[in-house]
């Protein structure tokens, strides 16, 4: 295999780790974040730091990574999912931004704007993809057991959620905490692939990214969420060569799938069952 | 008889509104009670205040001997009150059983860890939530439709899945609003025998609000009729027909009518 196309593969486990963190919460628990790039960025410094600095093994870096992030998603949480409404994602911008603002400016620990270089390549393919295939499953089986169920319920009605028992708050939080740790351990991914982290990776742009591909794949499908980064990693990358204009290509797919399948590629549905349906109407 | 459940001079106000204005009453243990009023009395609004949907502004609510006025929703469902609601709020997009399962679950945990591994207790405890969630559907005449989508279900049916739903969280007081709203006569028939069996079979106290009065009259031994947020009757199912303060309510005054 060329190792362009490790790159790709690695990417593509890397965006696919960061999707399905931002998916639990978005699409399962229905709450919005703005500035899940700042997870990453925690995750992606923590380690950084914790690999060069501290010269500690690259695997519980990682863990440390996503757990920090983790930490600071339980502070965050903890006083606007207490509220409903628009409270949490405006406060996950100011945050985005604030973590973005404080890696640049804090030069002693972070080296600020220019960047962090020098850590270790640890993200090999084995290491992306193994990864990848354990948050997997780990996330599959989380929305087939009761607390998927108690994340849905919250999303639908969060008042008749309430009535039959469910503390919402604490289930929020728990999405969030959760998702905070995917997004970390794939910024932490991200640093040892490309051996270079600076803040500016870890902008609104990214965020916004981040719930474009799962609002793209279809809010409350997991899969759906792994075919829109598989989806929107392979525009960006396969085009390029076209340099800037190929953010013309990314914007227009996302506005032909506004269009043409508003709910996102699979609704709400995930695959098997969406291609059983699929086949129905058919004949 | 001790009381399952006890008001002392509840009052909500919203606004200038006094939506229940100083209501008291009682409701014992094993009875199936009735909370009738004209549109706007408030009769919602005491089940939003008794499962904390809403704080009182006073007064007080003690159910099974304990005080539960300050707890937050979450917490009074899991002393053992369940609702159903007026405009039906199930998870329209979620199957009829994985409706019922997500309130059932509730009585029968196991570990996050066990959850993201499915390892350990999961697989029996998984298997124990859908097994009840089918017994309670069963009980409702909705088993053959358990993996329907609940939106599509036809109304009549949907207040039976909230019934099996509410009940499913195992409560020892079950709030029913308006299960009758929007049926025809047979549904209401065939309702009115639900309500009796699960009330006999399952060993609980029912509140009603209902707006169908005969089904009221042959279910409830005990009715409380609400006007203007004020309690105005109570008492058997005669003495409410024959008291001139429902009357009135439901028939307006005399001299109006005139």
């Not at chain 1, 780990?138 to 639908?156: E, H, Q, T």
């Not at chain 2, 229940?20 to 009735?34: H, K, N």
């Not at chain 2, 006025?69 to 039906?88: D, E, M, S, W």
């Amino acid at each position: 295999m060329s190792g362009y196309t490790e790159g790709i593969i690695i990417l593509l486990c890397i965006n696919a780790i960061a999707g399905m963190g931002v998916s639990l919460l978005t699409g399962f628990a229905g709450v919005f974040s703005l500035g899940h790039a700042a997870y990453m960025a925690l995750g992606a410094y923590t380690t950084a730091i914790l690999t060069v600095q501290y010269s500690m093994h690259w695997l519980p870096a990682i863990v440390a990574g996503g757990i920090v992030a983790m930490i600071v998603a339980y502070f965050i949480g903890v006083p606007t999912l207490r509220l409903m409404g628009d409270y949490f994602a405006i406060a996950s911008l100011g945050l985005g931004e604030a973590i973005r603002l404080i890696l640049e400016n804090w030069q002693s620990v972070t080296r600020g704007a220019r960047g962090y270089p020098g850590i270790d390549p640890y993200t090999t393919l084995p290491v992306a993809v193994g990864a990848f295939l354990i948050l997997l499953i780990l996330m599959f089986n989380f929305i087939n057991s009761r607390y998927g169920r108690a994340c849905k319920a919250c999303r639908d009605d969060y008042i008749a959620a309430s009535l039959l028992g469910f503390n919402t708050a604490n289930i929020r939080i728990l999405a969030l905490v959760l998702s905070a740790f995917y997004c970390g351990v794939a910024g932490a991914l991200l640093g040892g692939f490309l051996s270079f982290i600076q803040p500016v990776m870890f902008d609104m742009m990214k965020s916004t990214e981040l719930t474009a591909v799962v609002v793209f794949g279809g809010l409350g499908s997991m899969s759906g969420t792994l075919l829109g980064t598989l989806v929107i990693t392979l525009v960006t990358e396969l085009f390029r060569p076209i340099s800037q204009y190929r953010m013309l290509i990314y914007g227009a797919v996302l506005v032909i799938i506004m269009v043409i399948r508003p709910e996102g590629i699979l609704g709400n549905r995930e695959l098997p069952s969406f291609f059983r349906r699929f086949l129905r109407r058919d004949s | 008889m001790a009381a399952i459940i006890e008001l002392t001079n509840i009052t909500k106000t919203f606004g200038g509104v006094r939506a229940v204005d100083a209501i008291s009453f009682s409701v014992e243990r094993g009875e199936l009670a009735g909370l009738i009023g004209p549109n706007g009395a408030g009769k919602t609004t005491v089940f939003n205040l008794i499962t904390g949907v809403y704080d009182p502004d006073q007064g007080s609510i003690v159910f099974d001997g304990e005080d539960i006025t300050p707890l937050k929703t979450y917490q009074v469902i899991r002393k053992g009150i369940a609702r159903t609601f007026q405009n039906l709020r199930l998870f329209q997009r979620s199957t009829v059983l994985e409706n019922v399962m997500t309130a059932a679950q509730n009585g029968l945990p196991y570990s996050f860890w066990e959850g993201v591994t499915h390892l350990g207790r999961w697989r029996g405890v998984e298997r124990k939530i859908r097994d009840k969630s089918m017994d309670l559907l069963a009980r409702v005449g909705l088993a053959d439709r358990a993996l329907q989508e609940a939106g599509t279900l036809p109304y009549g049916y949907q207040r039976r899945l909230e019934i099996a739903r509410a009940l499913s969280l195992d409560p020892k007081l079950l709030l029913l609003d308006e299960p009758a709203a929007g049926m025809n006569p047979e549904e209401v028939y065939a309702l009115n025998d639900l309500i009796t069996a699960i009330h006999r079979d399952f060993g609980l106290s029912i509140i009603v609000i209902e707006h169908h009065m005969d089904l009221v009259m042959e279910i409830c031994p005990h009715i409380v009729c609400m006007n203007f947020g004020a309690k105005i009757a109570e008492g058997g199912p005669e003495a409410i027909q024959r008291h001139p303060e429902v009357l009135k309510a439901y028939l307006g005054d005399e001299e109006e009518t005139a």
